[in-house]
């Protein structure tokens, strides 16, 4: 079985998700590091160069080749629910986990990270986060088995409660 980790950026998924792959021996694929791997280039260059429609095909393309993998964590990018057929292909041999942080916390994480390319032609930051959440959260919501808020646990935590749920699965 996969656990396939879900989320807005910010939310931990791939901090959770490589500290998830270590605890349970199962290999870790990042579905951000697949594209790159297949375009040869940053997802900020791919997206800049061919914009967030063919950024999502690409993105289909890779969740349905790792969707046949056994024994994986998979550490996804946000926008993953965007298109049915992913979530679809996740669940086939796999458990969702949604992985969620409130406003403040999202936006300080984001703040840290770099190399994002922006998902709006918004120029506002926190705009942007609400707004792209507004449109994803109903999604989420469907796709999860498991929600988890980060906000107020350390990496550690989440990861046993993820475990927690993979056992109740595995009954």
């Known amino acids: 079985m996969n656990i396939a980790l879900i989320g807005f950026r910010g939310a931990g998924k791939t901090t959770i998700a490589k500290l998830l792959s270590r605890k349970l021996g199962k290999k870790l694929i990042s579905t951000d590091g697949e594209i790159e791997k297949r375009t040869r280039m940053s997802i900020a260059k791919f997206v800049k160069k061919y914009g967030w429609d063919k950024f999502r095909e690409v993105e289909s393309d890779v ?3 790792i969707s046949d993998f056994d024994d994986c964590v998979f550490d996804t990018g ?12 996740l669940k086939k041999n796999g458990l969702v986990v949604l992985l969620t942080a409130d406003i403040k916390t999202t936006t300080n ?11 709006t ?9 609400k707004d792209v959440l507004k449109e994803r959260e109903e999604r989420y919501k469907r796709a999860a088995d498991y929600t988890i808020d980060t906000s107020r646990l350390k990496p550690e935590e989440a990861c046993d409660l993820i ?6 699965e595995m009954q």
Do not use: T
């Open 63 to 65: 969740i349905e080749y």
């Open 78 to 89: 946000g926008g993953i629910v965007m298109r049915n057929e992913n979530v679809i292909n």
């Open 109 to 119: 994480r984001l703040k840290a990270g770099k190399g994002r390319p922006a998902l």
């Open 121 to 129: 032609k918004k120029g506002n930051f926190l705009e942007e986060i």
């Open 163 to 168: 475990m927690h749920y993979v056992q109740m």
